[in-house]
Antibody, heavy 120, light 107 residues
Framework: QVQLVESGGGLVKPGGSLRLSCAAS????????MSWIRQAPGKGLEWLSH????????YYADSVKGRFTISRDNAKNSLYLQMNSLRAEDTAVYYC?????????????WGQGTMVTVSS | DIQMTQSPSSLSASVGDRVTITCRAS??????LNWYQQKPGKAPKLLIY???SLQSGVPSRFSGSGSGTDFTLTISSLQPEDLATYYC?????????FGQGTKVEIK
């Protein structure tokens, strides 16, 4: 079935780095825009970044621009989020989500999320 | 950035009640408005897209309406499994932004 599975979360010290992965299955990954969205504990949803199907078009939220890098490997059906210079306020559940073929008008499939905790 | 404001922040209703949640955008977003349901401890799930289109597999008791700046999500007959937080999200421009959420509790 159509599925997204995130991995790579964990505990990291402020200023540290972490790389999240999202493995896609059950659909043609290379035909879809993909996004990362996070949710701080007890808070709402915050869109972070999206990448086009080819990887050529990328957008970031101001809150992570310059610190996070989104990428994808269509041959491996995988999406990535490299997170550097992590701060306590980056503590959240990180979700990958599927967009459409021509953009991210909707997030129709979500992974189960991976928890990132930034603490000394 | 486009700000999305939901009301109420929370509500409590009985099984069978009609429930309405509103979402207001800080500027015109045409019909680029989606609704998501997030059950406790789970990932969000797409319910309604383009303001009023029901996502495949979503029960017909859910409906959406509105355009421009004002939108509504309606649950026609609240069920116990509808216990969740509901979020609106605009897809008119980047950054994509979400409302703060409306928590629906069952009396």
């Amino acid at each position: 079935q159509v599925q997204l599975v995130e991995s790579g979360g964990g505990l990291v010290k402020p200023g540290g780095s972490l790389r999240l992965s999202c493995a896609a299955s059950g659909f043609t990954f290379s035909e879809h825009y993909m996004s990362w969205i996070r949710q701080a504990p007890g808070k709402g949803l915050e869109w972070l970044s999206h990448i086009s199907s080819s990887g050529k078009t990328i957008y970031y939220a101001d809150s992570v621009k310059g610190r996070f890098t989104i990428s994808r490997d269509n041959a491996k059906n995988s999406l990535y989020l490299q997170m550097n210079s992590l701060r306590a306020e980056d503590t959240a559940v990180y979700y990958c989500a599927r967009g459409g073929a021509t953009g991210v008008r909707i997030f129709d499939i979500w992974g189960q999320g991976t928890m990132v905790t930034v603490s000394s | 950035d486009i700000q999305m404001t939901q009301s109420p922040s929370s509500l409590s209703a009985s099984v069978g009640d009609r429930v309405t949640i509103t979402c207001r955008a800080s500027q015109n977003i045409d019909s680029y408005l989606n609704w998501y349901q997030q059950k406790p401890g789970k990932a969000p799930k797409l319910l309604i897209y383009a303001a009023s289109s029901l996502q495949s597999g979503v029960p017909s008791r859910f409906s959406g309406s509105g355009s421009g700046t004002d939108f509504t999500l309606t649950i026609s007959s609240l069920q116990p499994e509808d216990l969740a937080t509901y979020y609106c999200q605009q897809s008119y421009s980047s950054p994509r932004t979400f409302g703060q959420g409306t928590k629906v509790e069952i009396k």
